[in-house]
Each structure stands twice: as structure tokens, then as C-alpha cells.
């Protein structure tokens, strides 16, 4: 099973210098993906959440590709209604062949309201959207590129099914996820889990998997490797954007849990 980390690519502290310890870090340490978000427009939805800078996902994984050898590069997730099919076809292809065959293409729908409205995108319409644009890349986009597809809902899954290499479920517990995939034929299962370390023990049916002491989190990868994950995307960040002028903490977990690889891999 390959671990990957989701690093943060917007908010205050995320500059040049920062992306870099970035991608040291997580080359270094010997994890196998290193995943960018997507926003286009930083609307007050967004900005709530992901406030600026937001570096643009393609952009950012062009400059890190430059930077690592071996770490494969990917998004989590891209917005597919926000780009015209082919532009986003052409686009990770270019990335994928400059990168040496490394990328990994996490998509969904997207969330933000004011941010499909700013875009012109009909927010009614990103599922079909989506689809058309899964549908472009699967006949024109760049061959043996891997597609993880989010989301929870039935139309989610049904997408994951229909053109997905994998279901990308993001910040789930287990028994979510087990429930899921005990419930769907999916082709794949890669999740994205919300990764904080922890000094006690975090208790309760509602603990997000990834949360919790360092034994909790490395028993979390067990039971996913053991659920078919074929990779699973550690996510540091939790809602503080000056989190993101302080990497050190999380990549003090992050090299705990890579201490430990022989035992989820």
C-alpha cells in the first residue's frame, strides 16, 4: 500500500521556500504521492476555508515535478467543471510527460457555490459536467494516468464505478468507508484521511481515520491496507490557516508515521 501526503497549497504561509521544505520533506522521508487542492476563484466560501495565496494545482505540481525525482504528484481533488475538458486533458498530459509518468489525477465536483457562480459554471449542473470531462479524458487525456474519483454520494460512487481507476473518499471514519465499500463494486479504493497525531487517545464512533496517538493512526492503515486500499493520502491540514506557516509539527508526524512503514506497507 503507498502513502501519500496532501501538502498545502494556499494560506499565509505558503510560499516558494515553504513548498520546498514541502517536498523535501515528503520525498525524503520515502512517502510514495504529494497531492495539491484545487481553487480557481478564492471566493468568501472558499477563502473560509483555503484563504490566500492559493497556488493553482497544475502550476504548483509543474514546479514541484522540478524539484523531487521519485514522489509521484497529484491532485486532491481537481474541480472538474471548472476547466473545459480538453484544456484539462492537454494539461495533464503536459504534466504527466514532464513529470517522467508520475501523475496521479484525484477529481471531483466541487463544493463552493459563490466560486462556481464567479466562474460562470452552473452549479446545478458540475455532476454532468463532470462526467462529460471524465468521459474527454478517458478518450483523449494521457494514457496509464490514474483517476481517483471523490465523493460520497450515490452519483459519486456511480462515477467512481463508471470511470474511476479508484474511490477517493476524503476525511472519512472507517466504518464510513468499510460501510461504502462493503455496500458498491468500486474498482479501486485510494482515501485521503484527515492526519493528525495526538497524545492521548481520541475516542468515540465519530474519530476521523488518521486521528489519534501514532499506534491509533498506524492500526488505521492496517485496517484500510486490509479494506483494499492500494494508497492512502495523509492530510495535515485542519482549518487553521496559520498552521500553514508552521510545517514542523506536521512533519514531525509525518516522519513518526514513516518510522513505521514496514508495518502498513
Given at each position: 500500500?503507498?502513502?501519500?501526503?496532501?501538502?498545502?497549497?494556499?494560506?499565509?504561509?505558503?510560499?516558494?521556500?515553504?513548498?520546498?521544505?514541502?517536498?523535501?520533506?515528503?520525498?525524503?522521508?520515502?512517502?510514495?504521492?504529494?497531492?495539491?487542492?484545487?481553487?480557481?476563484?478564492?471566493?468568501?466560501?472558499?477563502?473560509?476555508?483555503?484563504?490566500?495565496?492559493?497556488?493553482?494545482?497544475?502550476?504548483?505540481?509543474?514546479?514541484?515535478?522540478?524539484?523531487?525525482?521519485?514522489?509521484?504528484?497529484?491532485?486532491?481533488?481537481?474541480?472538474?467543471?471548472?476547466?473545459?475538458?480538453?484544456?484539462?486533458?492537454?494539461?495533464?498530459?503536459?504534466?504527466?510527460?514532464?513529470?517522467?509518468?508520475?501523475?496521479?489525477?484525484?477529481?471531483?465536483?466541487?463544493?463552493a457555490r459563490?466560486?462556481?457562480?464567479?466562474?460562470?459554471?452552473?452549479?446545478?449542473?458540475?455532476?454532468?459536467?463532470?462526467?462529460?470531462?471524465?468521459?474527454?479524458?478517458?478518450?483523449?487525456?494521457?494514457?496509464?494516468?490514474?483517476?481517483?474519483?471523490?465523493?460520497?454520494?450515490?452519483?459519486?460512487?456511480?462515477?467512481?464505478?463508471?470511470?474511476?481507476?479508484?474511490?477517493?473518499?476524503?476525511?472519512?471514519?472507517?466504518?464510513?468507508?468499510?460501510?461504502?465499500?462493503?455496500?458498491h463494486p468500486?474498482?479501486?479504493?485510494?482515501?485521503?484521511?484527515?492526519?493528525?497525531?495526538?497524545?492521548?487517545?481520541?475516542?468515540g464512533p465519530?474519530?476521523?481515520?488518521?486521528?489519534?496517538?501514532?499506534?491509533?493512526?498506524?492500526?488505521?492503515?492496517?485496517?484500510?491496507?486490509?479494506?483494499?486500499?492500494?494508497?492512502?493520502?495523509?492530510?495535515?491540514?485542519?482549518?487553521?490557516?496559520?498552521?500553514?506557516?508552521?510545517?514542523?509539527?506536521?512533519?514531525?508526524?509525518?516522519?513518526?508515521?514513516?518510522?513505521?512503514?514496514?508495518?502498513?506497507?
Open positions: 500500500m503507498q502513502l501519500g501526503v496532501n501538502v498545502p497549497n494556499f494560506g499565509p504561509g505558503t510560499d516558494p521556500g515553504v513548498l520546498r521544505g514541502w517536498a523535501r520533506t515528503v520525498e525524503g522521508l520515502g512517502y510514495d504521492l504529494l497531492m495539491v487542492s484545487d481553487h480557481v476563484a478564492v471566493t468568501p466560501d472558499v477563502a473560509e476555508r483555503y484563504p490566500e495565496p492559493f497556488h493553482e494545482p497544475f502550476t504548483t505540481l509543474s514546479w514541484l515535478a522540478a524539484l523531487t525525482t521519485r514522489v509521484r504528484l497529484g491532485t486532491t481533488v481537481l474541480v472538474l467543471p471548472y476547466r473545459e475538458p480538453l484544456l484539462t486533458a492537454r494539461m495533464a498530459a503536459g504534466l504527466d510527460r514532464l513529470s517522467g509518468g508520475r501523475l496521479v489525477l484525484g477529481v471531483g465536483t466541487g463544493w459563490q466560486e462556481f457562480a464567479a466562474l460562470g459554471v452552473p452549479f446545478a449542473e458540475r455532476g454532468r459536467l463532470a462526467d462529460a470531462c471524465l468521459r474527454v479524458l478517458r478518450e483523449s487525456g494521457p494514457a496509464g494516468v490514474p483517476v481517483w474519483v471523490g465523493g460520497q454520494s450515490p452519483a459519486a460512487l456511480r462515477r467512481a464505478a463508471r470511470f474511476g481507476d479508484a474511490w477517493h473518499p476524503l476525511r472519512l471514519t472507517l466504518s464510513a468507508m468499510r460501510a461504502v465499500l462493503a455496500a468500486l474498482p479501486g479504493f485510494a482515501p485521503r484521511v484527515a492526519f493528525r497525531l495526538t497524545a492521548e487517545p481520541v475516542t465519530d474519530r476521523p481515520a488518521g486521528t489519534g496517538t501514532l499506534e491509533q493512526v498506524l492500526d488505521d492503515l492496517r485496517q484500510l491496507r486490509a479494506l483494499g486500499a492500494q494508497a492512502v493520502v495523509l492530510d495535515p491540514y485542519h482549518g487553521d490557516p496559520e498552521e500553514t506557516r508552521r510545517p514542523e509539527a506536521a512533519w514531525r508526524d509525518l516522519a513518526a508515521v514513516a518510522a513505521h512503514r514496514k508495518e502498513t506497507a
